[in-house]
């Protein structure tokens, strides 16, 4: 039974820092891409970072380019995004996603499995 279970949201002010984490169980994830997507209040849940757990190419939506790294750690089965330089639209509840191979990494209906969320608020 796959399961994914994020941690490490909260609150934080604008321009600092939250380390999410996602971890991992149930099958082996080597032939993933697991992502993190998110969504805010009255809006579409939107992508926010993919990466292939197996050669660890990673992908970004334009609007977390240079400010977000995902990665994979493969010894404890989890998947952080470190999130720097956070702004107040950064504010969702944000969710881990695993999609076995590689597809449209960017839509959300591709993915086969998600967690329950964690809610990250920035607040200017």
């Known amino acids: 039974q796959v399961q994914l279970v994020e941690s490490g949201g909260g609150l934080v002010q604008a321009g600092g820092s939250l380390r999410l984490s996602c971890a991992a169980s149930g099958r082996s994830f080597t032939s993933y891409t697991m992502a993190w997507f998110r969504q805010a209040p009255g809006k579409e849940r939107e992508f926010v970072a993919a990466?292939?757990?197996?050669?660890?190419?990673?992908y970004y939506t334009d609007s977390v380019k240079g400010r977000f790294a995902i990665s994979r750690d493969n010894a404890k089965n989890t998947v952080p995004l470190q999130m720097n330089s956070l702004k107040p639209e950064d504010t969702a509840v944000y969710y881990c996603?695993?999609?076995?191979?590689?597809?449209?990494?960017?839509?959300?209906?591709?993915?086969?499995?998600w967690g329950q969320g964690t809610q990250v608020t920035v607040s200017s």
């Open positions: 990466i292939t757990w197996s050669t660890g190419s990673t």
């Open positions: 996603a695993a999609l076995e191979g590689w597809g449209q990494v960017t839509a959300s209906t591709a993915y086969d499995y």
